[in-house]
Structures are given as C-alpha cells and as structure tokens.
C-alpha cells in the first residue's frame, strides 16, 4: 500500500516557522490532509485538499504539495501549536485512507 | 456543533468481543459516511473499517476483515463497531470520524470531525 513519511519530530522557536514534510511517491498527483493532535486529544483536521483551512484554524497554518512532498507549514509558532502532526491520502490502489507516521512539533 | 461521543471500550481477554458505540450530533447523521479510526498507544493513527451515510456499504482494513463489523442505526444517530476474535494487537483508543460526504469510496476522502475515542485494552 501507499507509504507517507513523516520526519519524527520539528523543533521551532515561538515566533519562527515550522515545516513539516510528508513524503510520499508522487504525492504531488494526489490530495493532501493534515491532522494535528495534542496530547490526550483527539485529532483535529487543520489543513484538505493540500491547502484549504477548516472554519476556525488560523491563517498561520498552511499546505503545499508538489512532487514527492507535501508540507504543513505553521507561521508564527505558539506553544498552543506543540503537538503531533498527521498528513493522509487517499490511497487508490487498495481504496482507503493512509496516514503518514506523523511529526511530533516541539516548541522550544 | 458536531458532537461523536463514543463509548464501550474497556479490558477484554484475547479472543474476546466487544462491541463499540458512537453517538453522534448536531449533523444530519443519515447524509454521511462514518468511520472508525484507531491508534495503538504512543503510535500513529490507522484507519479500520468505514459505512456509507445509509448504511448500505461497508469497507474494511485488511488487519480486521472477517473480524470486526461495522454498522449504524440512523434512527438513533449512532455508529457501531462489533469487534470479534479480538487479539493483543487491537489494543488502541478508538476514534469514530465523520466523513464529509454521504459515500466513503471518494476520492481525496478525509474526516472533518473527530470523536474523543475509547480506549479497548486486549490482555489476559
């Protein structure tokens, strides 16, 4: 099946970017979503369709994807945003989600 | 507001069932596809097993086929899981998602809301 991968964890300061990638065999043909998860939640959907925000996110969060990487990228970074990282597809060939291995954010 | 309010979870021998409930709100429950997504402790999320939004096709991971069942009662506003032969493995907090759209085979598919889950615990 499809394989997403994630680097295990990002350290930013407050104030600086954080990017997060998602690597995946021409994932750029396909739609991105990323799910951001603190701990002892449940995930919450920050980014579909590679780029668009659900109501509610801040435009500090946003998504690229092209070629073989896709990538969260959070502007301004707050301790709030310190969480776990999830990017998923649609994976074709077997007809189901896949989620990548996801990306611990640390605030430093 | 979207509201998933799962429950059902607990301690369970091996090869022992359980079966998990998701009430939902605050949507019209019939018009969207629902799923199940689990994650095993300090490990990443996997998708199990999905419904349409009338209930009339069902799909599965290739980790729980055969095993666990999925349906819904749309007079109640509740997703179910019925989980068989369950194993060590299966040991995970257990999320129910909403789905977008009323039919799961989408293309680009992904979940807008998240339950809290509940956690199934497979041990002797």
């Known amino acids: 099946s499809y394989v997403l991968t994630q680097p295990p964890s990002v350290s930013v300061a407050p104030g600086k970017t954080a990017r997060i990638t998602c690597g995946g065999n021409?994932?750029?043909?396909?739609?991105v979503h990323w799910y951001q998860q603190k701990p002892g939640q449940a995930p919450v959907l920050v980014i579909y369709?590679?780029?668009d925000r659900p109501s509610g996110i801040p435009e500090r969060f946003s998504g690229s994807n092209s070629g073989n990487t896709a990538t969260l990228t959070i502007s301004r970074v707050e301790a709030g945003d310190e969480a776990d990282y999830y990017c998923?597809?649609?994976?074709?060939?077997?007809?189901?989600?896949?989620f990548g291995t996801g990306t611990k954010v640390t605030v430093l | 507001e979207v509201q998933l309010l799962e429950s059902g979870g607990g301690l369970v021998q091996p090869g022992g069932s359980l079966r998990l409930s998701c009430a939902a709100s605050?949507?019209?429950?019939?018009?969207?596809?629902m799923s199940w997504v689990r994650q095993a402790p300090g490990k990443g999320l996997e998708w199990v097993s999905a419904?349409?939004?009338?209930?009339?096709?069902?799909y599965y991971a290739d980790s729980v086929k055969g095993r666990f069942t999925i349906s819904r009662d749309n007079s109640k506003n509740t997703l179910y899981l019925q989980m068989n032969s369950l194993r060590a493995e299966d040991t995970a907090v257990y999320y129910c998602?909403?789905?977008?759209?009323?039919?799961?085979?989408?293309?680009?598919?992904?979940?807008?809301?998240w339950g809290q889950g509940t956690l199934v615990t497979v041990s002797s």
């Open positions: 605050g949507f019209t429950f019939s018009s969207y596809a």
């Open positions: 998602a909403k789905v977008p759209w009323g039919e799961f085979l989408v293309m680009a598919n992904y979940f807008d809301y």
């Open positions: 419904i349409s939004g009338s209930g009339g096709s069902t």
């Open positions: 021409n994932i750029g043909s396909k739609s």
């Open positions: 369709y590679d780029s």
């Open positions: 998923q597809v649609w994976d074709s060939s077997s007809d189901h989600p896949v």
